[in-house]
């Protein structure tokens, strides 16, 4: 999922404290009637939601380490290093 679709699902499903269930809800409205159901594209359409699923739940880990105070958890990567 690009980014700025994700951005354009994201708002219409109410921002990052939405729930999953929102979210594709959203997503659905997105797609084409003929695609929503469409059985042939089943996997990829899946595949689609649960990337965008994963942005969903890394911009919610950022809201909720920006407002806990933690400012520079979104610049560590997955061991903790600062990245340079």
């Known amino acids: 999922m690009m980014y700025a679709q994700y951005c354009r699902i994201e708002s219409n499903a109410g921002g990052c404290t939405c729930t999953a269930r929102e979210f594709v809800r959203a997503a659905h409205s997105c797609l084409l009637k003929r695609y929503r159901r469409d059985h042939t594209r089943r996997t990829s359409r899946h595949l689609w939601l649960r990337d965008g699923l994963k942005q969903l739940a890394e911009a ?3 809201y ?3 407002m806990r105070g933690n400012l520079y958890s979104f ?3 997955k061991a903790g290093m600062i990245e340079q």
């Open 60 to 62: 919610r880990q950022q």
């Open 75 to 77: 610049t560590r990567d």
């Open 64 to 66: 909720v380490d920006v």
